[in-house]
Nanobody
Framework: QVQLAESGGGSVQAGGSLRLTCAVSKSTDTNYAMGWFRQAPGTERKFVASVTRSGSITNYADSVKGRFAISRDNAKNTVYLQMNSLKLEDTAVYYC???????????????WGQGTQVTVSS
C-alpha cells in the first residue's frame, strides 16, 4: 500500500517560485518511479515531470523544461518539484503519482495523491 501526500502549493506572482513536496508512505522498501501531473479546471490531467526509481533520469513536459526540476530523496521517501519562473498558465492542481515505470501518461501510475493547488497571478 502506498499513500502520497502533496504540500507546498499556494499563490504566487508570475515569475516567482514554489517548491512542491510529495511525501510517500509505503509498507515496503520498494522505490517507485514518480511523476508530477497537473490539471487545470475543465482540462485533462497532464504530465509535468517524472523521475526514475533511483533518481538518475528525469523527464519533463516541453512547457516546463528549463523552469521546473524534479528530484527525490529516497532516504526520506520524498519527491520534490521545484518550480521557477512561474507563468499564469502554470495555474493548476498538481498531483504526485507513483508507478512501476516512469511514464508520461496517467495510466503508467498506480498511486495518486490528493493534489495541491498552485495559483499564479499577474
Amino acid at each position: 500500500q502506498v499513500q502520497l501526500a502533496e504540500s507546498g502549493g499556494g499563490s504566487v506572482q508570475a515569475g516567482g517560485s514554489l517548491r512542491l513536496t510529495c511525501a510517500v508512505s509505503k509498507s515496503t522498501d520498494t522505490n517507485y518511479a514518480m511523476g508530477w501531473f497537473r490539471q487545470a479546471p475543465g482540462t485533462e490531467r497532464k504530465f509535468v515531470a517524472s523521475v526514475t526509481r533511483s533518481g538518475s533520469i528525469t523527464n519533463y513536459a516541453d512547457s516546463v523544461k528549463g523552469r521546473f526540476a524534479i528530484s527525490r530523496d529516497n532516504a526520506k521517501n520524498t519527491v520534490y518539484l521545484q518550480m521557477n519562473s512561474l507563468k499564469l498558465e502554470d495555474t493548476a492542481v498538481y498531483y504526485c503519482a507513483a508507478g512501476g515505470i516512469m511514464g508520461v501518461t496517467t495510466n503508467r501510475y498506480d498511486y495518486w495523491g490528493q493534489g495541491t493547488q498552485v495559483t499564479v497571478s499577474s
